[in-house]
């Protein structure tokens, strides 16, 4: 499981986390919401070990988060993608770095469920459409089959659409190959839809944490409270319901 | 990340403080006898065995490596260039009277060619892609091409043998100094025509300027308020950088020229040993090169205070 | 465009079937014949030592083209290597290459090649080793600028999340990408090159005689520049036209890229 124990973190000379303490259990989604600035990101790269901490621990299971080789799925999806392979060849990365075999009932089993055909796989990032090129992280993500994803806001670069599609594309997912996911999202709706617990950061602090259904009901801070009143407002929160 | 000024200076210090201490390795480490080279130019004969071992002692030679490098730093540090290993006289007056050669002869280089590339640049810039423009570019591409040597031969050729206006070995007069300015001269400016060419092209291209016209402001302002400053920036940057070639040329230039300037100095230098010599003339190229582009850094943020500030 | 190109092509070819089409042997002496003008026997006319002007002219492209190709190619792969230490190595990497090219650069390249082949005794090893050693520093740049800019990309960062070897990821990612600058950069050095043979080559401190090189074909010119001038008008020639049509073919290379990219 994933440990993040008091954990901060500088930006330059600007705090981006303070004291942050959150566990992912194995199988389990945390989502982390809050709004721009919060630092959710760099939670990810702290995670990632992409960013180091100034003070705190990140561990998975006891070991350092990277030996469990984590997967990311990224906000801009065609940008994760090298502009002049084939989407295919990126999607196979995980594997060539593990050394590891294609199992090919696999990776029709996963394209069928992301509904990715081998020849879309066969075109460049600024071939495909936005939705297709997330669905393709998705595919990259899951290929090696790592028992931590990241996703850093999945839907943001999505339609309304799509983004419903996506969402339940990888709620499906996790309940088949039973990874745990870490999804950070400023979408409070969507954070609460997707989670087993909600975190809320606030200026890289945790304002709050707890279960969705608890945080709806009946936030703990003046904080949560004016963030859920403003997605109800806006119809997001009917879904988690 | 671009550090300030001082930061620039201490950067220059490590600069020329490696490009020192990598020539004495390198001196230190290269094949064969240099008492040899030493005694042989200080005897123009072949010396026997103990002469030698005189000069290995002389020239610090057969201290090692480490006792020879601090003799030669500590006096360098309070600015004794030491002794030539050959004439036993100081290398600092005689490097003097060197560059008492060379500088006039940069300088001039650097006029005539400036002179050349000015008006000619002004004129491609006025229509580009037209027939004048296309002629300087072709030009410059052309002389660009040219290798310096090969130029002053020509120049020799032409000037001094067939016509006989301008002696040509030498720098017994002032006359002798035409013939390597003029080589040299060509050469900077076939470089810094392109320079200057699009240099004034791209500040002409900043957005600001229709307004300027727009608002009645006459061309000549202009050209001299606006265009020229913008202009004025990738120029002396390539001033700093021709100044490589400027330096290179010279060398190539003196030899030719038959000039006791600072590149026949270090090739003789060099061909008899004469480390301290050489490590001299070393030593002042690398500061002069570095310390002339910290100047145009310097100079070039004046101009435009954006460099140099955190996210420019 | 094509008309430059054709010329570079030309001038390769010379170069690679030059000894074919040589009419004599560059190094055979005929002293009788010595300082001749050009004739229907000798095209160009002969040297000091009656040797063939053309076969040595063809001879030396081998020399003068062939070598400043080697070293570019060195060159390339030395500041490849050094930039993507630097972009890809971390802070400490990246400051410590940093300060040693701006070392490097802290002298014209001309000089301090005159100082390393001038010291470590003429040859052709020693030029090799000179003008590589001196003309590695702009690739770096390149490839150090294009790196770092590189290293944030998505796909960067995914390639070392997946856990790909930084080599795996210079390979497939950042030398792919690097391709297009750094053969317009390699053009430049090229036609840089085939300059500082042949002024090493006339210092006298480049190849050496009696091996046909177009520099020191100039140093033998030089000295009957009064009765043969014709003599020298040849190697300068060759030089200023190889080095014009390389540096056209890098210009319209630089230019059709800027072209593509907008």
Redesign the interface.
Known sequence: MLTIDAVSAHRGKLMALSDISLTLDRGKTLAVTGESGAGKSTLIACILGLLKPSGGTITWSGAPVRTCRPALVMQEPRMAFNPALPLLQSVLEPLKARRAMVLPDRLTRLCKGLELSPELLDRKPAEVSIGQAQRAGILRALVAAPPLILFDEPLSALDSVTQKHTARLIAELQAEEGFSSLIVTHDLGYACACSDRIAVLRSGRIEEAGTPGSFVAAPQTEYGKKLRDAAFALGALEAAE | MTPGILGLLLRAIVVVSGAAIATFVLLWNAPGDPAFAIAVARYNTIVPTDVLDQVRAEAGLDAGFWPAFRAWIGPLLVGDFGRSSVTGRAVWPDLVRALGYTAPLALAALMIGLSIAFPLACLAAKKPGGVLDRCAVAIASVGAAIPPYWLGLLLILLFAVQLAWVPAMGARTAAHIILPALTLGLGVAAALTRIIRSGILEARGQGFLPAFTRRGVSRRSIARDHVAPHAAIPVVTVLGLELAFLLEGLLMVEVIFGRPGLGGFLVHAIETRDFPRVQAVVLLTALIFVFVNLAIDIFCRVLDPRIGEPGA | MRSVLALALIFILLAVLGPVLAPYDPAAINIPNRLGPPSADWLLGTDALGRDILSRLLHGARWSLGLAFLISVIGLCIGTVVGLVAAQGGKLADWSVM??T??FL??????AA???A????AGTGTLILALSVTGWMRYARVVRGIGLALKS???V???K?????PL?IAH??YI??MMPSLIVVWTGMF?HTI?GI??LG??GFGVQPPTAEWGTM?LDA?IH??ST?LQ??W??LA???S??AI??CG?ALRDSLAARNS
């Not at chain 3, 802290?106 to 000089?111: G, S, Y």
């Open positions: 300060r040693t701006d070392t802290a002298f014209p390249e001309l000089v005159v100082v390393i001038g010291l470590l005794g990309r998505g796909y960062v995914q390639a999340l997946a856990g790909m070897s795996v497939r990612h792919p990408a036609a300059l042949s002024a006339f210092l100039l030089r520049i009064r001038p020298m008008i190697p300068g030089v200023a036209i080095v014009l540096n056209l210009d």
